[in-house]
């Protein structure tokens, strides 16, 4: 048995950390069911893809508005009490979704309750996630990432399936219900979640303390370079905007090959953080980390010029490897860089680089292929990874030899 899988044995056996992954397992189900659902309830009240992508932005700039002010939250207060509250919050719009969707909604109300729920998440996540740290040993916080995101990748291919279940057996009014149910159930299970006091000061509700966690990134070559990396390969290499495009007009397998594409990406994660639990724990984090993300881009380019759906299904589920991979490492390096003191303010720059890649990925990829073709803009994204990477492993040297 590897020293990794004995460390996230020991781990589960630990009552706090369980609980953790319980809630986490909870939030990125809900998260995700909810996302799913008000798509779903608003393309059926309007009938208009731009409804649809108005769904996206209400959802998207509470997290770039708040986000910074959450990390500086989450580096004041209790960050357990903290998920809490926003949880808690969360589940009133729950509630009022699920009122409204009793009779027939404005689809203004719904977008305004969307964005209310975006707000508590931009308060809830840098608190979760600099919450972990405090729950495990510095020494086995590696293994917790691999243990933590694999449940975090289960919990988001999990959460669409409950939407589309409860809407099918219940419609929208369903799938809200159950949103208020799970997320409750996180609040509740959280109670039993003790973790380390911080011995650090904690820090002020003021710009300045939102200025330092932004100078802190900028001087830290470690969490750059991470946060660098993510960003800018995400925005080139990130293919999952042209996914229909190529099911129905490149590959042509219709919706079943669609989502069955879909599903590859997922079932790549879950391959790879089997690996990582299968193996000892890795020690040339940052150059690992480099060629996970050059392995993401030269996955992109074979799914692009591939015509043949296996070969797509392989690459594509190669992509999401890498991913998972770079995901774990950068996760790790970044908190193990960071004081406690300012792990909520860095974990919500992180989140600002990982939701501007996000959508940004989403808009390069749509122009690109608008302006030239869907098989180029996805070929291009890929080069573009590889670019980023060999940039960012000769601009940023620590990064690249550092070790774990």
């Not at 449940?151 to 988001?156: E, N, Y």
């Not at 809200?176 to 996180?186: E, F, P, Q, W």
Request: aromatic share 8%; with cysteine; net charge positive.
């Amino acid at each position: 048995m590897s020293s990794t899988l004995r460390e996230a044995r020991h781990l589960l056996r630990d009552r706090s950390f369980s609980l953790y992954l319980v809630s986490r397992l909870c939030s990125g189900t809900a998260m995700k069911a909810l996302h799913a659902t008000l798509l779903w309830q608003v393309y059926a009240l309007t009938g208009d893809t731009l409804s649809v992508a108005v769904v996206g932005a209400a959802q998207f700039v509470p997290a770039l508005v708040f986000g910074l002010v959450g990390g500086v939250v989450a580096d004041a207060f209790d960050r357990r009490r903290i998920v809490q509250l926003a949880q808690a919050a969360a589940t009133v719009g729950g509630v009022s979704l699920y009122l409204l969707s009793r009779e027939t909604p404005s689809t203004a109300a719904v977008y305004g309750l969307a964005a209310f729920v975006a707000i508590c998440n931009a308060f809830e996540s840098p608190a979760r996630i600099a919450l972990l740290p405090q729950l495990v040993a510095s020494d086995r916080f590696p293994t917790a990432v691999v243990v933590s995101s694999m449940v975090t990748t289960f919990s988001f291919m999990t959460g669409p399936v409950v939407a589309g279940m409860a809407i099918y057996a219940g419609g929208v009014s369903l799938a809200y219900a159950i949103y208020v149910g799970v997320v409750a159930l996180s609040v509740v299970v959280l109670f039993g979640v003790r973790g380390t006091p911080s011995t650090t000061p904690r820090s002020t509700m003021s710009i300045a303390s939102i200025r330092e966690g932004i100078a802190f990134v900028w001087s830290n070559p470690i969490v750059l370079g991470c946060m660098t990396l993510d960003m800018f390969a995400v925005i080139f290499g990130g293919a999952v905007a042209l996914l229909p495009v190529y099911a129905e007009d490149i590959l042509g397998v219709g919706p079943r090959g669609y989502g069955i594409l879909n599903a590859a990406a997922d079932v790549g994660a879950v391959i790879m953080a089997l690996v990582l639990l299968g193996r000892r724990p890795i020690r040339r984090a940052g150059g690992t980390l480099l060629w996970g993300v050059a392995l993401f881009g030269l996955a992109t380019i074979v799914f692009g010029l591939s015509r043949w759906f296996p070969l797509s299904l392989v690459a594509y589920a190669s992509v999401g490897m890498a991913d998972y991979l770079s995901v774990v490492l950068r996760i790790t390096l970044i908190q193990l860089a960071t004081p406690d003191a300012m792990r909520g303010r860095v974990s919500a720059v992180n989140m600002l680089f990982i939701s501007s890649s996000n959508q940004l990925g989403a808009v390069e990829s749509g122009v690109v292929a608008h302006f030239t073709s869907p098989t180029f803009a996805v070929v291009s994204g890929g080069i573009g990874a590889i670019i980023v990477v060999l940039l960012v492993a000769w601009r940023i040297p620590a990064l690249r030899r550092h070790r774990r």
